[in-house]
C-alpha cells in the first residue's frame, strides 16, 4: 500500500489481484523457468526434448508409478510384534555363528547356532527359505532382534501333539531310556512316557531292547500345561493291523492261498493269522481223515499254509482250509480199492459201535462192531485196540459219501456187493414178533432190538418176488 493510498483504492487493487490470479494459465502449460531468470539453452534443449505435447502421458506415468509404489509400501508395511510371538521370517544370510532373518520388522533376527535343531540349522536351510521363529527379544544392543528356531518347532510340536491326542493318531518316537515301569520316548524334543503294559514285547523280556530304537505309537495323552505326553505302542500296533486287516479284506479273494501262524487252538478249530487277519479252519477242513481234536494237527506259532474258502467282507469273518491244499484221496479210491479187497491198516480209533481203521495217509473206513469177529462182541477193545495193525476186508465202498466198510471176520469168504434190500414190516407169528432192519447205509449207528422182539432175523427173497423172514 503507498503511501497516500486510501483504503477503498486497496481493496480495489487486491480484488483485482485476485481475478489475475484466477485468469492465469494452469501449472501444466507453464514452463520451467528460473527463480528471478530467463531459461538456459540447456534447459530449452531438455525442455524441447521431453516434448511439451506429451505432458499428459507423463501425468499418467507418475500416477501410475505412485501407485505400485503405495502397493509396495502397504505389502512391505511393519508389522507390530511382540516377544514369544511364533513369526514366519525369511532366511536372509548364513553366518558362521547363525543365522539373520528378515521377519518384517524394522531390524532383522537373528537365531544363534544353539537356538537352531538338527534339522533346521546352517547346514540343511538356505538363503530364501521360510521358517517359523519364536522372538525371544525385539531389541538389543547390536541393533537386531534375538529370534529362535528351536523354541518355535518346539511350540509346534506341542501343537501338533495336542491335535494327535484327541485321536489317538500315531507318531514315531525315539526311545531314549528305560524307567521303572516304562520307556521313555522323545517327538521332536519332547519327551513322553510309554507304560510296561503298553510296549508289545513279543519274545522280549527286557525293555532295555527298546533303547535306541524308533518305535510307531500312539498319543494317548498331551497335557502341555504339565507337560506330560503319555505313548501306547500297543494301541498303536493294534491301529496298524486294524489298517491291514480292512486292505487285505478288500483284497483277498476266495480260492488263494495264504501262509499264517497258528494263534490259537480251539476245540472246534483253530485261528490262523494271515497278515493282520485271522481266519478259522474248521475241525472239518484240517484233514481228509478224521480228527478228534484239531490239537493232533497243529500247535499254536505254527507257520502253516491255508486255503481261502470263504470270504465275508461285511462282518470281518474268512473260513479257511488246510486239507485243500492235499490231494482229495476219494477222488483215487475208486481206481485204488475195489470190494473184496484185503488191505492192511492201522486201527486209528475205537467206539462202542466199531473201530476207524487208516488205510492210508488221510483215508479212513470203519469196521463194524458186527464184523469184528465170527462170535458175538459186546467190547470193542476185546478185538482190537488203538494202533493195532490189522487186516481187513473191504465189504462196501462209496467214494462219493466218502465211506468205506470193512470186517475182519469175513477175510476168508467171498465177497459180493449186495444190493441194498427191502425193508419188511413187523409181523407176530405164534406170538412172537419179527423184525427186519433191512440195509442201511450209515456205517455209523449201533443196531439195537427192541425189548418185544425176540430176535432180529435176515431177510430172503421168494421166488414169487415176494419177502420172508427166517431163522
Known amino acids: 500500500m503507498s503511501e497516500g493510498t486510501k483504503l477503498g483504492e486497496f481493496k480495489e487493487n487486491e480484488e483485482a489481484v485476485f481475478v489475475e490470479v484466477a485468469a492465469a494459465p494452469s501449472q501444466e502449460t507453464l514452463s520451467a523457468t528460473k527463480m528471478g531468470g530467463d531459461v538456459s539453452e540447456f534447459e530449452k534443449e531438455v525442455l524441447a526434448e521431453s516434448g511439451s505435447s506429451d505432458k499428459s502421458s507423463v501425468k499418467e506415468q507418475s500416477d501410475e508409478s505412485f501407485g505400485d ?31 539373520l532373518i528378515d521377519f518384517n520388522y524394522k531390524s532383522d533376527g537373528y537365531v544363534m547356532n544353539p537356538e537352531t535343531t538338527s534339522e533346521q540349522n546352517g547346514s540343511n536351510l538356505n538363503p530364501g ?20 528356531i528351536r523354541k518355535a518347532a518346539s511350540e509346534q510340536a506341542w501343537n501338533d501333539i495336542s491335535d494327535y491326542a484327541k ?7 525315539k526311545v531314549s531310556s528305560k524307567v521303572q515301569g516304562g520307556l521313555v520316548a522323545s517327538f521332536m524334543d519332547i519327551k513322553g512316557f510309554i507304560p510296561a503294559s503298553q510296549v508289545i514285547k513279543t519274545g522280549i523280556d527286557d525293555l532295555e531292547h527298546f533303547v535306541g530304537k524308533d518305535l510307531e505309537v500312539a498319543v494317548i495323552q498331551a497335557d502341555r500345561r504339565r507337560k506330560k505326553v503319555i505313548f501306547s505302542h500297543k494301541v498303536a500296533q493294534m491301529k496298524l493291523q486294524k489298517e491291514s486287516a480292512i486292505k487285505m479284506l478288500a483284497d ?3 480260492g488263494e492261498v ?12 483253530v485261528f490262523v493269522d494271515i497278515g493282520g487277519i485271522e481266519g478259522l479252519v474248521h475241525i472239518s ?23 481261502v474258502l470263504g470270504v465275508d467282507k461285511e462282518n470281518g469273518r474268512i473260513s479257511l482250509g488246510m486239507k485243500q491244499l492235499d490231494e482229495d484221496p476219494w477222488v483215487r479210491v475208486a481206481k485204488n480199492y475195489e470190494v473184496g479187497q484185503v488191505v492192511t491198516g492201522t486201527i486209528t480209533r475205537v467206539v ?6 487208516k488205510i492210508e495217509d488221510n483215508l479212513e473206513g470203519l469196521i463194524h462192531i458186527s464184523e469184528l469177529a465170527n462170535k458175538h462182541v459186546d467190547n470193542v477193545n476185546e478185538v482190537v485196540n488203538s494202533g493195532d495193525k490189522v487186516e481187513a476186508k473191504i465189504i462196501k465202498l462209496v467214494p462219493e459219501e466218502q465211506r468205506i ?11 459180493v456187493e449186495e444190493k441194498p434190500a427191502p425193508i419188511v414190516e413187523d409181523y407176530e407169528e405164534d406170538n412172537v414178533v419179527f423184525k427186519s432192519y433191512g440195509e442201511d447205509d450209515d456205517l455209523n449207528q449201533v443196531y439195537e432190538a427192541p425189548k418185544n422182539v425176540a430176535e432180529v432175523v435176515p431177510v430172503e427173497e421168494k421166488e414169487d418176488g415176494g419177502v420172508q423172514a427166517t431163522k
Open 69 to 99: 509404489i503405495f502397493e509396495e509400501a502397504m505389502a512391505t508395511q511393519l508389522l507390530e510384534f511382540s516377544e514369544g510371538d511364533v513369526v514366519t521370517g525369511t532366511v536372509r544370510n548364513i553366518e558362521k555363528g547363525g543365522i
Open 129 to 148: 527359505d521360510e521358517i517359523l521363529v519364536v522372538i525371544e527379544k525385539l531389541e538389543t544392543k547390536e541393533g537386531y532382534s534375538m529370534l529362535s
Open 167 to 173: 485321536d489317538k493318531k500315531t507318531v514315531t518316537v
Open 252 to 254: 483277498i479273494e476266495v
Open 258 to 269: 495264504k501262509e499264517g501262524t497258528v494263534t490259537s487252538i480251539k476245540d472246534f478249530g
Open 285 to 307: 477242513e484240517l484233514s481228509w481223515s478224521r480228527v478228534q481234536h484239531p490239537s493232533e494237527h497243529v500247535s499254536a506259532g505254527d507257520t502253516v499254509k491255508v486255503f
Open 352 to 357: 462202542p459201535f466199531g473201530a476207524f481203521i
Open 405 to 415: 466198510g470193512l470186517s475182519i471176520k469175513r477175510i476168508n469168504e467171498e465177497i
